[in-house]
C-alpha cells in the first residue's frame, strides 16, 4: 500500500528499540510517509538527537514540520491527532475508553516495562526465572483488561491494533527472542491465554509483520546487551 506523502516527518530511530517501534506502527497505521534517521546505537547519540531531545536524549523523536515530540507514545497520539482524518483511529474515539488506553500505556511502561529489563540484564537461570515470573504477574492486569477492551475481537483495540497493542505489542519485539533464548515463555496458554492468543494476531497482521525486526538478529542483540550488563 503506497504511504500518503507529508513533507517534514522525520523519524529519529534505531530499529532494535521496541519504543522506536511503537512511533513507526503509529506512522504506518496512519500511511504517514517519513524519512528514518537510524542512530548507530543507544550509546553514541547524533547531534541530531542531542538537539532534538536535550531533556532525555533518548529515541524515539519525531520531528514534524522542524520541531521535535519526545516519548514514544506521546507520538503515537500525536500522529493520532495530527493525521485524525486518516484511515483507523488509534485511540478510542469515546473519552473515557481513550483515558483507560492511556492508563494501560502507562501501566505498561511502569510495571510491565521494568521486568523485561530485569529479564534482559538476568545472567543466572534463577534470575531469569523469576524475571520471567514477574513479568508475567505485571502481564496479569492485561489478561483482564483484554476481555473488556476487545469486546470478543482480536485486538485490545477491537477489529484493528489501536493504542494499547502498540504499547504492548512492541515489547514483543524482545520477548520473543528472551523466549527463544532462554527456552523460558512469559505467555503462556496456562497462566495469560488471551495475551498468548493476542501476541499470535498481533506478530500475524500486515503491518506488523513489515515492520518487526527479525527476531533472530534480535537474539544477538539481546545476548550482546546480557554481556554488556554482566561485565559494567
Ligand atoms: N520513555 C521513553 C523511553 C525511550 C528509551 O528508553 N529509548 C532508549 C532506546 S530503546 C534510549 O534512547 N536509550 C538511550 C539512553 O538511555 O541513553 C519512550 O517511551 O520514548
Not at 516519548?71 to 495530527?82: L, P, Q, T, W
Request: with cysteine; aromatic share 10%; hydrophobic share 40%.
Amino acid at each position: 500500500m503506497a504511504a500518503e506523502r507529508e513533507d517534514g516527518v522525520k523519524l529519529i530511530g534505531l530499529w532494535l528499540s521496541p519504543f522506536v517501534l511503537r512511533a513507526k506502527l503509529a506512522l504506518n497505521i496512519k500511511g504517514v510517509e517519513y524519512e528514518n534517521h537510524e542512530e548507530l546505537n543507544t550509546w553514541e547519540k547524533s547531534e541530531l538527537l542531542l538537539k532534538s531531545n536535550p531533556v532525555y536524549k533518548k529515541i524515539p523523536v519525531l520531528i514534524h514540520k522542524g520541531r521535535p515530540i519526545c516519548e514514544s507514545m506521546i507520538i503515537v497520539e500525536y500522529v493520532d491527532e495530527v493525521w485524525s482524518s486518516e484511515r483507523k483511529q488509534i485511540l478510542p474515539v469515546n473519552h473515557h475508553e481513550r483515558a483507560e488506553a492511556r492508563f494501560w500505556a502507562y501501566y505498561i511502561d511502569d510495571k510491565v516495562f521494568p521486568r523485561l529489563r530485569d529479564h534482559v540484564s538476568a545472567t543466572t537461570q534463577e534470575a531469569k526465572e523469576k524475571a520471567v515470573m514477574e513479568a508475567a504477574a505485571a502481564l496479569q492486569p492485561l489478561e483482564k483488561f483484554f476481555e473488556q477492551s476487545s469486546k470478543g475481537n482480536s485486538f485490545f483495540g477491537g477489529e484493528d491494533i489501536g493504542f494499547v497493542d502498540i504499547a504492548l505489542g512492541s515489547f514483543l519485539a524482545w520477548i520473543t527472542p528472551l523466549e527463544k533464548l532462554d527456552g523460558i515463555k512469559i505467555l503462556r496458554d496456562d497462566n495469560l491465554p488471551k495475551l498468548t492468543t493476542w501476541a499470535q494476531h498481533f506478530c500475524s497482521h500486515d503491518t506488523v509483520k513489515e515492520l518487526m525486526p527479525d527476531s533472530d538478529k534480535m537474539v544477538q542483540v539481546v545476548e550482546f546487551f546480557r554481556l554488556k550488563f554482566s561485565t559494567a
